[in-house]
Each structure stands twice: as C-alpha cells, then as structure tokens.
DNA sequence: TCCTAATCAGACGTAAACAG
DNA sequence: CTGTTTACGTCTGATTAGGA
C-alpha cells in the first residue's frame, strides 16, 4: 500500500507560481508567455486549458522565433531597451490605464513580458480590443481590473438568463463575441451566479 | 478502503520539481529537434510516435546536454523549420471526415490554430478543436486531460450498457465512432467499471 | 464609499497514470 | 485486468482591490 501523505507539502498555487518563476527566471518562456487567462501574451490567442497554453507557447506560437531570439539579446542585457519597447507599445485605447509606475525590483530582470506590437488589424468591426495582460514581472502580480461597457454587459447577461452555467466551449463563444478574456467571462458567470445565489436566486 | 483525505489543491513534490526543472531548461528546442519522420535531429534515432520522440527529445536524447547549452544558436534555424513542420503536418490517419460534427477526431499538435483566423465567422459549425494528445511537451510533463462532451458520453455509456468489458476490437469501432484516441475510450471504460464497482453495482 | 472584477483556498468529479 | 493515486479543470464562498 502506498499511501500518499508524503509530499503532501502545501504549497499554494500562488507560492508555487512564484518560486517556479523566480526559480526559472529567464528561462521559463514558455510559461511566462502564458497568461492567467490562458492566453498568449505574445500573439494574443487563447486556450481552452493549459495544457494547450503551454504547447502553443512552447511551439506554435507564431510569434515564438522573434521572442527566443530576442531573448538572446536580453541575455546579453538589453533587457531595458526591450522595457522601452514593451512601455512604448501602449499605444490606442482611450481609456488607456497607464503603466505602473516602473515597478521593476532588484535589478533589471530579464522578464518575457515582451509585448511587442501586436498587429492591431484584427477584426474589422468589433474594433473594441480589449487585451489586457496583467504582468507578472518577476513575481509582483498587477491586478488588472476590465472594464466591462454596457454593451458587453448585455450579452452577457442575455447569454446568463438563457443558461448561467455555460461550457468552457461557450464560453469561449462569448468571449469572442464581446472580444473579452476568456477567463475574464468565466469569472464574470462566476460572480453573477454568487450573486444570485447570495440573493436567493436559484441558477438554472 | 476509501484513504484519501483529498490533498488536491496543493501542489505535491512531485509537480513542482517537474516544473521547475523544466522550465529551467527547455523551449522549443525540443520539438524542432524532431524531424518529420519522428527522428531526433540529434542523435539519429527514430521512434514509433510524436510523443516518444518528443519525450526523447526532451529527456533522454544523449546530446540533449550540448545542445542546450548551444541553443541560443540552434534556434534560429530550428525555429525556422517548425514552422515547417506546423505546415506540414498535418496527420489524418482516420477516417477524416469532414462532417459538420463539431468535432475533430485525433488531430494532433499543430495545426488550424497556428493559422488561426481570429475572424471566423461562425455558421452553423464552428470547427472547434476538441482534441486531445498525451505528449510530454518540452519537458513539461503535462498530463492532457481529454475533454468528452456529452454527445460522446452518450455513446459511451450506451455501449457501456450493453457491454462494460469491451474487447480491443469493440473499443476500436467505439473510438472510432466518437473520433477519440482507443486508449482514452479504454481509460474511460476501465474508469467506468471501477466507478460502478465501488458503488457497488457488479458489471455484467 | 459602493459595486464588482479578480484572486484565493478548498472541494469535487474524473481522465490518466501507476502499482500489483 | 483491478485498485488506487495523481493531477487537471471547474465550481463555490470568502476575500481583496480597482475605479466611478
């Protein structure tokens, strides 16, 4: 019998993040292209699970060859000309928030928070873009807050009153449709369903 | 019987060692390593499927060790060249039928998304992905859970009715039918017996 | 200050992996 | 194959924090 309780060493999902990033520091490009919302930071596209996540970045990605080689580069310390780059590339967006305030800690890590333009031609007519990229540069979280306009808010709840308890897959639908995150959508269903059920409201 | 006192949420020994090691050493040097006809670029030898040769690639190949040290130069030209294999590979051993059934058998690594066309109009069909593949991605021991929708489900377990203890033959047709991996229909039946054993019920 | 998006910690179900 | 464990994906409920 093999019992576990052995390595039952609580490390908590975010104390793990940490020290995996931490413990990997450049070199964990791979994972550090992924964002919380399982989305690419370089190209953009979401997954449907992690797994998918990781095999883009680590593959797929078509953006992959420009970041490995730029990684090179950062290597031998360009790490702040490619900070230049990332801050410059904030352009569009009225309500652009702006940077936080330059937050690198000790030193200048050679973070792949390389959001390097990203062609913004997608899409003709749903011209809202609503990437955020929440950056975990060397471990220091920002919460980044989307905003959701009333527009947006209306499908969503159109897509709620018809069934609040949507699959990974439409989510996704939805997620597109209003050019959001999907993660940003799943939380979004999981708040409204706490909401409701906090108020008595049965979910479907 | 019942021993597990649920650890799930923490993160075990286990996976964070992985983790960390890999994400300290690999990216996608592994997989361009590949060559088409699933031989190590490295050391010559082929292998039966992707997911042996990626797991050479990623572990075991002899040279791995010079290698990685040299990759800053392997990169650019290997980079090139999986943007060739993307192109190209584009596997279809089963029957590829292009139904509008909304989902792809066994596909595998690279394909559609790559391309990817953030405008796809959704018809009636979005041909969503819904794939699985147990690779071991660059050192990164990612266990794929393959997702079954419920339309898959219903055949399985209609199957299941009739005959929980499929022979290789019958769990071909079954995979077959619903467009998943044999083994993950294997799993699943030996999953389904041992759930319905340990609720008692006795399979026929 | 309030409303609520995001995060955390924990629990559950189950596909996949492992031990025998 | 069975029995058991591991780990992925998602959910909840509580909490934290962004912005009007």
Redesign the pocket.
């Known amino acids: 019998?093999?019992?576990?309780e052995?390595v039952n060493t609580?490390v908590?999902?975010?104390q793990f993040e940490e020290t995996v990033s931490s413990a990997s520091q450049g070199f964990a490009l791979d994972s550090a292209a992924i964002a919380?919302d399982l989305s690419c930071r370089l190209c953009g596209s979401t997954f449907?699970?992690?797994?998918e996540a990781f095999l883009h970045a680590c593959r797929q990605c078509p953006r992959l060859p420009e970041v490995t080689s730029a990684k090179g580069h950062l290597i031998e310390g360009l790490a702040a000309r490619l900070h230049e780059l990332a801050e410059n590339q904030k352009p569009q967006r009225h309500?652009q928030?702006q940077q936080p305030s330059q937050h690198i800690s000790q030193s200048q890590y050679m973070h792949s928070r390389v959001i390097l333009s990203r062609d913004e031609e997608r899409d003709a007519d749903s011209g809202h873009i609503v990437d955020?990229e929440?950056t975990t540069s060397d471990g220091k979280?920002?919460?980044?807050?989307?905003?959701?306009r009333e527009e947006q808010l209306i499908v969503l709840r159109a897509h709620y009153a018809i069934n609040p308890?949507p699959?990974?897959e439409e989510l996704l639908t939805i997620a597109e449709k209003i050019g959001f995150p999907v993660?940003?959508v799943?939380?979004?269903f999981?708040?409204?369903?706490?909401?409701d059920?906090r108020e008595g409201r049965s979910?479907t």
């Open positions: 019998k093999k019992m576990l052995s609580s908590t999902k975010h919380d449907r699970n992690r797994s309500q928030r955020d929440e979280k920002v919460r980044v807050r989307s905003h959701i308890q699959k990974k993660r940003a799943q939380v979004w999981q708040n409204a369903r706490a909401r059920r979910i």
